[in-house]
């Protein structure tokens, strides 16, 4: 699976951006889709999934309230509408997808099989 993440950019705190991410020739159905963060000199984390099928999210507590998480079955795109946002989401922004369904571990990088390359968000204060 080649997934392609794109919608980066430099935006004013408070200012809102939507990612997404799109494969193409497979579909992502039975896969669970996640956002990933990180950055400078910090590592990787978890920002927000997607359970293709069912449409179950989850987020962060950092996030949660101000991103929103969704899928377009049509299009084979995730996406992430990110709304009120912070310097501290300042980061270089993954989509990654897994075959696992169990949630306990819906969080973590190492349930993830494939990964995009990044998009680099950047909130200016």
């Known amino acids: 699976v080649q997934l392609q993440a794109s919608g980066g950019g430099l935006v004013q705190a408070g200012g809102s951006l939507r990612l997404s991410c799109t494969t193409s020739?497979?579909?992502?159905?039975?896969?669970?889709m996640g956002w990933f963060r990180q950055a400078p000199g910090k590592e990787r984390e978890f920002v927000a999934a997607?359970?293709?099928?069912?449409?179950?999210?989850y987020y962060a507590d950092s996030v949660k309230g101000r991103f929103t998480i969704s899928r377009d079955n049509t299009k084979n795109t995730v996406y992430l509408q990110m709304n009120s946002l912070k310097p501290e989401d300042t980061a270089v922004y993954y989509c990654?997808?897994?075959?696992?369904?169990?949630?306990?571990?819906?969080?973590?990088?190492?349930?993830?099989?494939?990964w995009g390359q990044g998009t680099l968000v950047t909130v200016s204060s």
């Open positions: 990654a997808a897994s075959l696992r369904s169990i949630t306990s571990i819906i969080r973590l990088l190492s349930s993830y099989d494939y």
């Open positions: 020739g497979r579909t992502l159905s039975g896969y669970t």
């Open positions: 997607v359970r293709w099928s069912a449409g179950s999210t």
